[in-house]
């Protein structure tokens, strides 16, 4: 009986704590958005009851003054966003990773290091380097200017390619470690053996190296797409109203103009396609036999 | 042969124009740093005027403060309780895996625009209903504090896992009063992993924008708080580049520090990212 209770008493007194906080102080504020999306907006922008799906029917796209695919736009913008952000840093990092894996061993330090020392800047400093690299009279806008991208004496920024730029350079490093990793590992016996049976080039990549790197490239991706998805700072300084992502409009409903059930059914969607994604990649990892991807 | 090797070619180039484009942004903002005038997009000169006002205005000063006090309370409350929940977990290894799984996923899944304004708003009602607390450190604080928790409890639970079992049994067997078994047992054992998750829980506290953002009040405004607000009010100026410049310089510093006494270590780079923002 005694020992019972010492198990008890020790077994609280040492997950009790952090359980404890992060129930009160994470999930209770979650749960207090969930309520929270269902309430109606009272005219002095205060959460009321009765318990509705306004909120919801507004995020739709439902207001009195009829139909407006506003909201519906930025939820696949942001989706859109984070896919091409996925796409092309995984794209950037392939080539990265393969360089780094094959230097000479007492290099691979310092090329690490070039690749992980820009993410330790912080990242309002990271995205507002980006502003004055686009900004209007720029080698790179005048490049633009030059090849009929942009009107004459514009800047690259705000829009939406200066947003995808950001995010493409804000999760670089994020997809590239994880596949640094399985590069790393690499069995290059397998790839051998592919050549050996004279495939060539492409072929040998195909079937001899990528499925090798699936695991980190499937760590990459949820650490870049999902951090993509919900972004705020990158989209808030190089995105307009017109490149506004789902971050942004979240943000906009708790500050300038609230509205907390509609921001708090809006956050809803965030999380549904946050997790709703999460599901979907662990049952493709599982069937591509990648188990649990190396994330944790 | 010839094409494979043209084609690898291609790839080295790639490799070194990606890691070029990870560095220009940072050149830029140095490079603008040291230019005279404010507005300019091309360099005309040189000079350390910028960096001489961000010293007087003194308002950076007491951001840097800001950080480091929130990074550093933050981190030692994130450090014990992130310890004391990885040692339960461990011990009670069956019960505690799916929690486990629980809380350390949804921290580091969870985008932080969402983490941060259902802080905000969570602390509002608080605040509502029983007059505490009130936005400011304590609000950033905690909220710091709950995200470093699952980090500093992945780096501990890493140690102990690694930890010989017979070890942790005698420990146990021997009688020792709980109170001595940790100073005699578990703090020197565990010394390494609880210095990693602090510097850890730090690292994060300070890199962090957007949850600070929303949890912070009046009289709570650390570094990247200040460069956004700076950033909003002027739009880009030299000094903001120069205060940018600094954190740039300091991180460089660390990071040679850091491969410095690991290579004299190991003789290689572990490499940490950290998922954040």
Redesign the interface.
């Given at each position: 009986m005694k020992a019972v209770l010492r198990r008890g008493f020790?077994?609280a007194?040492?997950?009790?704590?952090?359980?404890a906080?992060?129930t009160l102080?994470?999930?209770?504020?979650?749960l207090?958005?969930a309520l929270?999306a269902f309430m109606t907006n009272d005219p002095y922008g205060q959460p009321a009851l009765p318990l509705t799906v306004h909120a919801f029917t507004q995020v739709a796209g439902y207001s009195f003054l009829g139909w407006s695919p506003g909201n519906l736009e930025v939820v696949w913008r942001s989706l859109l966003q984070a896919a091409y952000t996925t796409v092309a840093t995984a794209l950037?990092?392939y080539?990265?990773a393969?360089?780094?894996a094959r230097a000479p061993?007492r290099y691979?330090?310092?090329?690490?290091?070039?690749?992980?020392?820009?993410?330790?800047?912080?990242?309002?400093?990271?995205t507002?380097?980006?502003?004055?690299?686009l900004?209007?009279?720029?080698w790179l806008s005048h490049v633009a200017v030059a090849l009929g991208f942009l009107p004459q004496h514009m800047g690259l920024y705000p829009s939406s390619f200066a947003v995808s730029m950001g995010l493409v350079?804000n999760y670089?490093?994020?997809m590239v470690?994880?596949i640094?990793?399985s590069v790393e590992k690499l069995d290059w016996r397998l790839v051998d053996a592919v050549r050996d049976l004279y495939a060539?080039?492409w072929r040998v990549f195909r079937h001899g190296v990528f499925p090798q790197t699936v695991p980190g490239l499937l760590a990459g991706i949820?650490?870049v797409a999902?951090?993509a998805?919900?972004a705020?700072?990158v989209p808030q300084?190089l995105g307009g109203d017109r490149a506004m992502l789902l971050?942004n409009l979240?943000?906009q409903q708790?500050s300038s103009m609230p509205d907390?059930p509609f921001?708090?059914a809006l956050?809803l969607v965030?999380?549904l396609f946050?997790?709703g994604g999460?599901v979907v990649f662990r049952r493709m990892a599982r069937r591509l036999n990648a188990g649990e991807a190396n994330l944790? | 042969m010839r094409?494979?090797s043209a084609?690898d070619r291609a790839?080295?180039g790639?490799?070194?124009a990606?890691?070029a484009?990870?560095?220009?942004?940072?050149f830029?903002?140095v490079a603008?740093s040291f230019e005279p005038e404010a507005a300019a997009?091309?360099l005309t000169g040189f000079t350390f005027d910028w960096y001489e006002r961000v010293w007087q205005q003194g308002g950076m000063l007491h951001a840097l403060f800001r950080s480091l006090e929130l990074g550093l309370l933050s981190a030692a409350a994130g450090t014990v309780?992130?310890a004391?929940?990885a040692?339960?977990?461990h011990?009670?290894r069956g019960r505690?895996f799916a929690?486990l799984a629980l809380?350390?996923?949804?921290?580091?899944?969870?985008?932080?625009?969402?983490?941060g304004?259902?802080?905000?708003?969570?602390f509002n009602?608080m605040h509502r209903f029983i007059g505490w607390p009130s936005a400011g450190l304590v609000t950033m604080g905690?909220?710091h504090?709950?995200f470093q928790?699952?980090y500093v409890?992945?780096v501990v639970y890493a140690r102990l896992v690694g930890l010989d079992r017979n070890l942790v049994h005698a420990a146990a067997d021997l009688y020792a009063s709980?109170l001595k078994s940790l100073y005699a047992f578990w703090l020197p054992v565990l010394k390494p992993a609880l210095i990693a998750g602090f510097l850890l829980a730090f690292?994060l506290s300070?890199?962090d924008?957007?949850i600070s953002f929303?949890t912070s009040g009046p009289g709570s405004v650390t570094?990247?708080i200040y460069?956004?607000g700076s950033?909003a009010r002027h739009g880009?100026t030299p000094q903001?580049n120069a205060i940018?410049s600094l954190?740039?310089g300091a991180?460089?510093l660390?990071?040679l520090a850091q491969?410095f006494f690991?290579?004299r270590r190991h003789g290689?780079?572990s490499?940490h990212?950290q998922?954040?923002?």
């Open positions: 020790h077994f007194l040492t997950v009790g704590p952090g359980v906080w992060i102080f994470l999930f209770l504020p979650s207090l958005m929270l950037l990092a080539p990265l393969f360089f780094i061993v691979r330090p310092v090329l690490l290091l070039l690749v992980i020392v820009p993410s330790w800047t912080n990242q309002v400093v990271r507002y380097a980006w502003m004055q690299i900004a209007p009279d720029t350079y670089l490093p994020y470690l994880p640094y990793a060539s080039g949820i650490l999902i951090p998805f919900g705020y700072i300084l971050g979240i943000a708790f907390w921001g708090a956050t965030m999380l946050t997790f999460l944790l | 094409r494979a084609i790839m080295q790639m490799a070194i990606t890691l484009f990870l560095w220009l942004p940072l830029v903002v603008f997009v091309h309780l992130g004391l929940l040692v339960g977990l011990r009670y505690g929690i809380i350390v996923y949804l921290p580091i899944v969870m985008p932080d625009v969402i983490y304004i259902s802080q905000m708003v969570f009602y905690i909220a504090v709950s928790i699952p409890a992945l709980p690292t300070l890199d924008f957007v929303f570094l990247p460069i956004w950033i880009v903001t940018a954190m740039i991180v460089l660390v990071a491969t690991q290579a290689y780079l490499s990212g998922p954040s923002a």
